[in-house]
């Protein structure tokens, strides 16, 4: 049976294409539903505040750092979006005057402009917003060093080299796109070899570093909560981490504030996920198969998804 053709872009694969009992499935999920589709491999957690939820995503960084040692380095490759947590990570490592001479950091993704990567003057650089909202905070004397952080660029080969490299990666944190993608990991054109049905999970999991053409939603998406609904100042195209460094990673920690994604797709990776329906129209299902993924929830913005008119 032919798959269904997306509501959202006709020319790509997305969520909308899967079988409408999935879809129908994930939206009666309610909160506790949800916490009981936790298994091994798969946690879900819940918190009730915005400063609880966004202390404990910051702690993932101080726990990481804490464990590296000039013998056994350790890192944790973060997102931009969400970015609240990142000058709290600054204040811990400064309060607790935690030295990160033998830490690590990669950045997920990039956006990519004409042939290569924006640079770091470009307003929606994601190096840019690293730094300036974390790393340039931190106290001379504690800082890491500018050789243990590594950010894609457009040639991708320095960036894929440094995952193995001896550096283990404890944490690999993100958020969540409209798209169900984490980093840029998102569907592809429903054209070529891909017309009729999107790539096998195996296929896609082989990916690693690489310039991708971005999803209609996803540019929608980041117009929205980054550069105050101007589609047209939003780059097409961008480099992102691939699942082949995700899942060099001890863990994916995957960060629901409800602001990159809604309640129907915070419940629908997370049936998929637990229930392991894999589907690479669904980029971020994929992690089903990874061995230590944790969903969190600030408990308000997950919210229902009853018709509810404005």
């Known amino acids: 049976m032919a798959r269904k053709i997306s509501m959202l872009a006709e020319g790509w694969w997305d969520y909308t294409t899967l079988d409408d009992e999935i879809l129908n499935d994930a939206a009666r ?77 990669w950045g997920m993704d990039e956006w990519f402009l004409g042939d290569k990567e924006v640079s770091e003057d470009h307003p929606l650089s ?100 980054s550069g105050g609904g101007v589609v047209t100042g939003v780059p097409k195209k961008a480099i992102t981490v691939g699942p082949a460094e995700t899942w060099m990673s001890d863990k994916v920690s995957i960060w629901h504030g409800g602001t990159h994604d809604n309640p129907f797709g915070m419940r629908l990776t997370s049936l998929m996920i637990s229930k392991r329906i894999v589907d690479s129209a669904v980029p971020m299902s994929l992690l089903a198969d990874h061995p230590n993924v944790q969903f969190n929830f600030y408990r308000p913005a997950f919210s229902n998804c009853d018709v509810e008119m404005h």
Request: charged share 25%; glycine share 8%.
């Open 126 to 225: 994601f190096a840019k917003a690293d730094k300036d909202l974390c790393f340039n905070l931190i106290n001379d004397g504690l800082k890491m060093p500018e050789s243990n952080m590594f950010f894609p660029k457009a040639d991708t080969s320095e960036y894929i080299n440094s995952w193995g490299r001896g550096v283990r990666c404890a944490v690999m944190q993100g958020g969540q796109g409209e798209v169900k993608h984490w980093a840029f990991n998102d569907p592809v054109r429903r054209e070529g070899k891909y017309k009729d049905a999107p790539p096998s999970a195996e296929e896609y999991r082989k990916l690693t570093t690489r310039v991708i053409e971005i999803h209609p939603v996803t540019v929608m998406q980041n117009a929205r909560t």
């Open 29 to 105: 999920l309610t909160a506790d539903d949800i916490l009981e589709l936790s298994r091994e491999g798969f946690k879900v957690k819940f918190y009730d505040t915005r400063e609880d939820f966004y202390l404990a995503e910051a702690l993932e960084y101080i726990n990481t750092w804490k464990q590296s040692t000039a013998d056994n380095p350790v890192g944790i490759c973060g997102p931009v979006g969400p970015t609240e947590q990142l000058p709290l990570v600054a204040r811990l490592v400064n309060e607790l005057e935690i030295g990160l001479g033998n830490c690590y950091f």
